[in-house]
């Protein structure tokens, strides 16, 4: 709707002959490339949060749409909050590359229906899941290029370190989800390994073997507190964990 109502501004600011000109090109553009589905909202921004919409690539602000198919993107000192229609929050913490893959969901009918898919390029997300994984339903997925981690419960930090990315602190290039509430899955060629509260799984770049359980959170994991304490604050989408007070 947002993007609608741009567009009627630049239209009005148009002479006769250039709406005329606009109007037949919009029709064409509207005809045979229909807009994706909208998947929610963009809850809070800080610094620089750009979205990549089709090959259009723009600044992200409160109150934007997100479609299916939308890419959110954070600077290195940048983090944004969405929601999402199903309830869930995410955090987009700085130094993110994060894809709307794929959402579907309805309120009523069969719930095994509804499903999530974010694709992970770099960075890390806090997720609160939503009404998707109601009856710890399998249907979120965060997708990094070597894993995939299904979502089960409410409360995850998901994060991907790639290999040409410098590590930060003492991050190994690869995958890592660590459960607050509930359950993630990881999935990799290797095999799968369950993460449960307050436990953390990683898997490596080209790792051989299934995912394995850390004795210890990588200390990069840290540095996020204080982004998921900001967005606490300011949209109050963080439930109360003791790690935020």
């Given at each position: 709707m947002q993007k609608f109502v741009r567009g009627c501004v630049l239209f009005r600011s148009l002479c006769v002959a250039q709406r005329a000109a606009l109007a037949v090109v919009l029709c064409a553009v509207f005809w045979v490339a229909p807009g994706h589905a909208q998947v929610g909202i963009v809850l809070?921004?800080?610094?620089?949060?750009?979205?990549?919409?089709?090959?259009?690539?723009?600044?992200?602000?409160?109150?934007?749409?997100?479609?299916?198919?939308?890419?959110?993107?954070?600077?290195?000192?940048?983090?944004?909050?969405?929601?999402?229609?199903?309830?869930?929050?995410?955090?987009?913490?700085?130094?993110?590359?994060?894809?709307v893959n794929e959402y579907r969901f309805v309120d009523?009918?069969?719930?095994?229906?509804?499903?999530?898919?974010?694709?992970?390029?770099?960075g890390s997300l806090r997720v609160l899941t939503g009404a998707i994984t109601r009856g710890f339903n399998a249907g979120y997925?965060?997708?990094?290029p070597e894993v995939t981690l299904e979502l089960r419960g409410t409360d995850h930090d998901v994060a991907h370190v790639p290999p040409q990315f410098t590590p930060v602190g003492d991050a190994v290039p690869g995958s890592y989800g660590k459960s607050?509430?509930?359950?993630?899955?990881?999935?990799?060629?290797?095999?799968?390994?369950?993460?449960?509260?307050?436990?953390?799984g990683f898997s490596?770049?080209?790792?051989?073997?299934?995912?394995?359980?850390?004795?210890?959170?990588?200390?990069?994991?840290?540095?996020?507190?204080?982004?998921?304490?900001?967005?606490?604050?300011v949209s109050n989408v963080l439930p109360n964990n003791p790690n935020l007070q």
């Open positions: 809070t921004v800080e610094g620089q949060v750009n979205v990549i919409s089709g090959k259009q690539e723009c600044g992200l602000r409160y109150g934007l749409d997100l479609e299916e198919g939308d890419t959110v993107r954070t600077g290195e000192k940048s983090w944004a909050v969405l929601s999402l229609l199903d309830g869930a929050r995410i955090t987009v913490r700085p130094s993110t590359e994060v894809r009523s009918g069969d719930a095994s229906q509804n499903r999530a898919t974010l694709g992970l390029a770099r997925r965060v997708r990094t607050h509430a509930g359950e993630i899955v990881i999935k990799n060629a290797g095999g799968e390994l369950a993460v449960r509260d307050g436990q953390t490596g770049v080209r790792m051989t073997g299934p995912p394995r359980l850390l004795t210890m959170d990588p200390l990069f994991f840290n540095l996020h507190t204080f982004i998921d304490r900001r967005a606490a604050s």
